[in-house]
């Protein structure tokens, strides 16, 4: 009996996709286990690791098939392709880890974003999945049992393989707990289990009650003098620190900036994540990166706070993912898109600022470094360091070039803060000046064979954690009271502290000990 349900056709089915993802779908896992086992003498796991995979695929195939039948098992088949073959295709090319703020990213990416990650690779992916499919779907020579039987086969098959499972487990689990407790990472590279585990996650989180918006710093006053504030916050975009010259790199990326006397440059200077979606929600927020989830977004940010004290609001977005909802409920927000080069964030600069004599923030958020698609994100003038990488398909790039390229989005950075400087210093006669740079996060290279940005914090590496960070002040003694602890450690969560503090407004949620300038 045993053999007969074994021997099913969809049990083959359900067997053959198990091993096809096994042998296909998790070339970076066990590249990744095997590089460890080996290192380590663990041969019993490098041996078995495949074999256990595969009876735990066809164990979590059966109960995820166990109320299908006939055409939706086809159809569920079909997903699970198409689900492994995406997932493997970025796990495999860049590295990425397909977890829940993964999804959150791509919720919030646009056409142009979404369309700068095709490639022949992708292409070559999703058409053999695209055949594979119309096989299983049209061609397979499958022969279905009553709904009974076939749910029976699937218990029987899931329950058989679980109990060998947790055999093979007791009599190994010395060697497997203490080998995935110190890698616990690798459990975020199994494909396509992770990867539908997080989108699960993801799709309950966005289902569940949302949490009641929240006011803060209701007691907020703010001090105001007769000479005016103003303060520009250039909002970096996938700028990491070990590329820029500012930070020691042997590269020239930052020449307009290393020449000035006037900035004060911080070397070590951390991330709140490492994707957009979360880095900027959470810099503005007053929550720390340790305090931060998806639902503190539903509190205000020090640009409510900000303006409710009658600071007045400019917010001016390149970013293609525009601005995480951070001046929704701000009047003066234009979104360029990413559509053109940076420099049309300093459009209209001059005239903005003359409309009104009053306290002024002024948020420029830039499409900055972002890849995979650098060579798009400067003018022609900027292509400095060659050769470079003209195309989003990095895998037919040299290190060489992908880094050139990246260093030219630094140069042109570079121009745009220079010049949003020297725009500041044009208006020192009325307004008493602050200039802030920092980037949301940072960016891989190819280092290690990870690619662009967005793996969880706990296993990123630091150039998606450590970001560039200057300030520029036309107050002398405020430049030399931040030059002397210019060397500490700081992160993104100082930013909202900072801002109360240079527009002196006083609320019970102001935290001295994290204001830069306290």
Not at 128 to 141: D, G, T
Request: proline fraction near 3%; hydrophobic fraction near 45%.
């Amino acid at each position: 009996m045993p053999f007969k349900l074994l021997a099913s056709h969809s049990q083959r089915a359900i067997a053959l996709l198990a091993l096809g993802i096994v042998a296909f779908y998790n070339i970076t896992f066990f590249s990744k286990l095997f590089h460890f086992a080996i290192n380590e003498e663990n041969y019993l796991i490098a041996l078995s690791s495949p074999f256990i995979l595969m009876l735990m695929l066809v164990c979590i195939l059966n109960v995820l098939l166990l109320l299908t039948h006939k055409t939706l098992f086809k159809v569920m088949l079909v997903t699970l392709i198409f689900a492994g073959a995406l997932s493997s295709y970025f796990i495999d090319t860049f590295g990425t880890i397909i977890d829940t703020n993964m999804y959150t990213n791509m919720m919030q990416t646009d056409s142009a974003e979404i369309l700068d990650l095709f490639t022949t690779k992708l292409f070559i992916y999703l058409g053999c999945a695209s055949l594979l499919s119309f096989w299983v779907l049209f061609k397979a020579p499958f022969a279905f049992s009553s709904y009974t039987k076939e749910f029976i086969q699937k218990a029987f098959v899931a329950l058989l393989s679980f109990l060998i499972i947790a055999g093979l487990y007791m009599s190994l689990s010395k060697s497997y707990s203490t080998f995935f407790r110190n890698h616990n990472e690798l459990k975020m590279y199994i494909n396509p289990a992770y990867p539908i585990a997080s989108f699960v996650k993801f799709v309950y989180a966005k289902l569940k009650p949302k949490p009641t918006f929240m006011a803060i710093a209701m007691d907020a006053t703010r001090q105001s003098s007769e000479k005016k504030k103003l303060v520009v916050f250039v909002l970096g975009e996938t700028a990491r620190a070990r590329n820029f010259q500012l930070n020691g790199y042997d590269v020239p990326t930052n020449p307009l900036l290393s020449k000035r006397d006037d900035i004060v440059n911080l070397p070590n200077f951390a991330s709140c994540g490492t994707a957009t979606a979360i880095s900027v929600p959470c810099m503005f927020s007053k929550f720390s990166r340790n305090d931060w989830s998806d639902d503190k977004a539903y509190t205000e940010n020090i640009v409510d706070v900000l303006a409710r004290t009658g600071v007045r609001i400019i917010w001016r977005d390149n970013n293609s993912g525009a601005d995480k909802e951070i001046a929704k409920r701000m009047s003066d927000v234009v979104q360029y898109g990413g559509r053109d080069f940076d420099s049309v964030l300093l459009k209209d600069f001059q005239a903005n600022i003359d409309k009104q004599y009053e306290d002024t923030f002024i948020v420029l958020h830039q499409e900055g470094s972002h890849g995979p698609t650098y060579f798009k994100r400067y003018p022609e003038a900027f292509k400095k360091f060659t050769p470079t990488c003209d195309t989003q398909e990095l895998d037919k790039c040299t290190q060489e070039q992908i880094v050139n390229t990246y260093n030219n989005t630094i140069l042109y950075t570079d121009y745009i803060v220079n010049e949003t400087i020297n725009l500041l210093k044009a208006n020192e006669d009325k307004y008493e000046t602050t200039l802030i740079y920092i980037s949301d996060h940072g960016e891989s290279l190819g280092e290690n064979g990870v690619y662009l940005h967005g793996l969880p914090y706990m296993i990123a590496p630091e150039d998606q954690k450590h970001v560039p960070a200057l300030f520029y002040f036309g107050d002398k003694a405020k430049r030399e009271f931040l030059h002397v602890k210019a060397n500490e450690r700081f992160s993104q969560d100082n930013l909202f502290h900072t801002l109360l503090g240079l527009f002196a407004v006083k609320t019970s949620e102001y935290k001295p000990t994290l204001d830069l300038l306290h």
